[in-house]
Every structure is written in C-alpha cells, then in structure tokens.
C-alpha cells in the first residue's frame, strides 16, 4: 500500500539519516566563522551528559519519584539539560513578551546544577515555528514574509535581547534557533535556504552583541553531516557550532545490529569534520517492534558512550529522552501528529512509527527506570570523574 505523500515526508524526517548509511564522507571545507564562542568556553572541559523531556515537558511537572531520580542523576554527575520552546511562546504577537514559563524553567534546572543548552526551534524538520503573523499556518512562511526581511530579523533580534540575559544568568552554554531544518532546506523548499542562512547569521551577531561567548547555531540531521549537503555547509557557515541528533536506527524503521552500531556513530563523527561537536539528542529507543528491547537499548547506550567518552570532539551528548510516555498521553501524541494517516500504513510499520514515539525514555512510564538508566548514571559518574 502507498504512503500518503505528506505522511511519507514525515516518516523520512523521523528517521532522515539515523544510521542509514555506513559508508564515510571526506569532510569539506565547511569551518565556522573565527568567533570566541565556537570553542565553547561557556561548557566545562571534556565531555558533558545530559537529558530532556519530550513533548516540552518541565522538570518541575514530574512527580517525586521521577524528581527523585533525576536528583540521583545530577548528584552522579548529570549535568546538562536540553529544552526547546517557540518562538511564539516566547513573543506571541509584537512585543508581547511571555518569559515567565522559560525563565523558571531555566531557573529550576539551575537550582538543580543542571546547565541549559536551548533551542528555539524557529524551523523544526519540515515547518517553521513562528508567531501567528508571521506563519500560515501549516508550518509555512506568511504570504510576503522571507526569514531574512529586516522586520523580522529586527523582532527576532528584539527578542534575543530579552533571552540572552536569561540564560546566561542560568548556566547556558548555547543557543539553538532551529531543528532538523535541514529536512525542508534539502528537501521541498531549497530557495528557502539563503534567507534561513541570514536568519542565524543575524541571530548569531545580535547574541555575540550581549554575550560573545555564547555559541549560536542549528541543530541538523545526520543525513546532513554524511551527505555534507548544501543546508549543512550553508548553516556551518554561519554557525559557531552546527549539533547534530543521532539514533542508529536504519530507514526501513528497525534498530540497528548492536555490532553496527560503533561503526556507525563513527562514520558521523568523521563526516563531521573538525570542531567541537554537540549532540543535541542521543537515542536508543527500546520497541520490540523496532528490533529493539530495552536489553537493546542498554547495550545501545553502553556502545555509543564507550564511543563518544573516547572522542575529543564530542563535548555534549544528551540522552533522548529521560521517559516514556504513558498509554493516554502516547495516544494523544500519535493522533496530534498523525491524526488518521498511520491507518492507511501498513500494520508492521504503523507499530513501529508509533512505538518508537512512545518508547524513547530510560525510565518507563510509571516512573521505574529500565537497564539503561544505570548506563547514564555510569556515563554521568564517568563524566564527573
């Protein structure tokens, strides 16, 4: 049966370039600008772990038990946490600023000891995030309206002004302002590419205006990075540090072979080139319908931080995603993004699509942690030692 074509474009996107490829790409010249911040002065030395909650979730929406463990991971040497928001949560209309969610939330992990590496996620795979005015509603820019119009730049820079102080003040290390974005810049939308690539540019200048050591850049797949494609190239251009999300997790919608794994992950890094690398989100998901188990995933885990603790390069990997969601809210999930389309899939690969939403945590859903959870305490404790 064939899939619907806007279906397909999401399932490609879900797993665009997650271990689909183990054969190496030669680095080009894709160096980022000379800046202070693209060495990362903001981040400690070495490697730091961290973690995040789907769906936009706060740390302070967790119940004691799942708070309880969180504390024992920070206490072990957790010490990271990445969050995205919209632009729109931030500035729903011109100069109507809403900060006080992301300031607490910011606030909250820095009580914890637990350091921000935020993205506001203006394009995110497919769509872009913006403020009502400037979107058209299904993910789309607005009729006359380009990223790199200085009306919109300049709004973005406003809001910046706004963000920067906050983060700073709680501990961030760096600034996302997209994710995945290579999806539609490489896919349907390429006369998109040079305006987005003016957005970050801008965006990058008016952050280094506050602060210079603060590091700027968009998060992009791993497709990206082997293919060396023109959004990748483009974006690092402009960019102090390009992060990338890896899964090794193949395009027909199985996990990999836990032998292919380390090969994998390490045709990435090379693809990657030279620089400091930043991973925004590390996944191992645990779906018995994806090839997976949650043995799976711990040996997954075990394989990708024995491979990344061995890297100079890697200086931020955070685990995607602290939990599973329950059977309700996993329903609900499935039917925001997908509505009916999963019915006209086959059954095997509908399963899949959906289980792999639903089981991407290290702890499950009703708070008990799985066998890979004491793999990112061990990585955590390793980190801090």
């Not at 590419?193 to 965006?203: C, G, H, I, S």
């Not at 032998?259 to 400091?276: E, W």
Request: aromatic share 8%; charged share 25%.
């Amino acid at each position: 049966m064939p899939i619907p074509l806007r279906l397909a474009a999401l399932l490609a996107l879900l797993f665009t370039g997650l271990a689909c490829s183990t054969t190496a790409v030669d680095p080009r010249d894709t160096e980022p600008p000379s800046t202070e911040a693209a060495s990362l002065p903001l981040l400690d030395p070495g490697l730091t772990i961290g973690t995040t909650l789907y769906g936009g979730a706060n740390v302070d929406d967790l119940d004691a038990e799942e708070r309880a463990l969180i504390d024992t991971a920070v206490a072990r040497g957790l010490n990271a946490f990445t969050y995205y928001v919209d632009w729109a949560d931030l500035e729903a209309s011109p100069g109507d600023y809403t900060l006080d969610t992301f300031t607490a939330t910011l606030r909250t992990l820095d009580r914890l000891g637990v350091r921000p590496f935020v993205n506001i996620t203006v394009g995110d795979i497919e769509s872009y995030n913006l403020p009502d005015e400037l979107s058209d509603g299904s993910g789309g820019l607005a009729d006359g309206i380009a990223l790199d119009d200085p009306a919109v730049l300049d709004r973005f820079g406003a809001l910046l002004d706004r963000v920067v102080p906050v983060l700073m003040e709680n501990g961030g290390f760096f600034l996302g302002v997209g994710n995945e974005i290579d999806a539609r810049l490489d896919g349907n939308f390429p006369g998109e590419r040079e305006a987005y690539v003016q957005f970050v540019e801008a965006a990058r200048e008016r952050v280094h205006a506050i602060e210079p050591l603060l590091a700027v850049g968009v998060t992009l797949t791993t497709q990206a990075v082997r293919e060396q494609s023109r959004t990748f190239r483009s974006i690092r251009s402009v960019s102090d540090v390009v992060p990338i999300n890896y899964a090794p997790i193949r395009d027909d919608f199985f996990v990999e072979d836990r032998d292919d794994i380390v090969p994998d992950v390490r045709d990435v890094l090379a693809a990657y080139g030279d620089g400091p690398i930043l991973i925004q989100e590390l996944t191992c998901p645990s779906p018995a319908s994806m090839g997976a188990s949650e043995a799976w995933q711990r040996d997954c885990f075990e394989r990708l931080f024995s491979e990344i603790e061995a890297s100079d390069q890697v200086r931020f990997a955070s685990v995607f995603t602290f939990q599973d969601f329950d059977e309700s809210t996993c329903r609900t999930v499935r039917d925001l993004i997908f509505g009916d389309e999963l019915d006209d899939l086959p059954d095997d690969v509908a399963e899949r699509l959906a289980d792999y939403l639903c089981f991407l945590g290290v702890v499950r859903s009703d708070g008990s942690p799985k066998p890979a959870w004491d793999v990112l305490l061990e990585a955590a404790a390793a980190r801090a030692d």
